[in-house]
């Protein structure tokens, strides 16, 4: 019924019948505007957002860089789709000398559904999600502290293979019996220790 990122994991809904499909696939296609669609995601991202809660409503299309990747482009551009993330600061992980974190954990929920949207969005407010290998940017916590905590989250760090994002949260209406559905995970192991090395860093 709808996809999510290579790598990211958490949640997806599959439908068992063609009726089931077709009236799933129509709340996803409108971002639940017309239904009761839920979609929160948690982001581990380098640094923090400048305030703790807040909208991104930022227009997507292709990277004329890179014909691949999705990027932030003028709402008048011709592929200019319509992307709104909204997101709030979970945890802060550690602390740069000037005293901002290292690192932070975001639940973010989608009001609209694009290609790399949240990813895209993070990147562009200055918060790259870890392990991003296409839109972020790849440092490391090192150069920020010393000492075994901080020798460990950049070992974990380093060590993990692919976006820090999650799908941790999925509530929709059942499309037979019109009954309220919520569905929610937490993250993976992989994620999880990663959560638990940063955790561990000196605040």
């Not at 380098?46 to 990747?69: E, F, M, Y």
Request: proline share 5%.
């Amino acid at each position: 019924v709808h996809r999510l990122d290579k790598d990211t994991s958490g949640v997806m809904v599959v439908a068992k019948t063609d009726k089931a499909h077709k009236k799933l696939s129509e709340a996803f296609a409108d971002h639940g505007e017309t239904g009761s669609l839920e979609r929160a995601y948690l982001a581990l991202v380098w640094g923090v957002p400048n305030q703790p809660n807040g909208t991104i409503n930022a227009h997507l299309g292709r990277s004329s860089k890179d014909r691949l990747k999705q990027a932030v482009v003028s709402e008048g551009r011709d592929d200019a789709r319509h992307a709104v993330t909204h997101f709030s600061v979970v945890e802060r992980f550690g602390q740069k000398p000037d005293g901002t974190a290292m690192a932070s954990l975001i639940e973010c929920r989608l009001e609209t559904g694009r290609t790399h949207q949240i990813r895209v969005h993070m990147a562009h407010i200055g918060a790259p999600v870890l392990g991003d290998q296409t839109y972020g940017k790849h440092r490391w916590l090192k150069a920020d502290g010393k000492g075994p905590a901080f020798e460990r989250a950049t070992a974990t760090a380093k060590a993990f293979e692919r976006q820090a994002l999650h799908a941790a949260i999925l509530g929709f209406e059942h499309p037979i019996t019109k009954e309220p559905l919520r569905f929610e995970r937490p993250p993976p192991a992989d994620m999880a220790d990663l959560i638990e090395a940063l955790r561990a860093m000196p605040q």
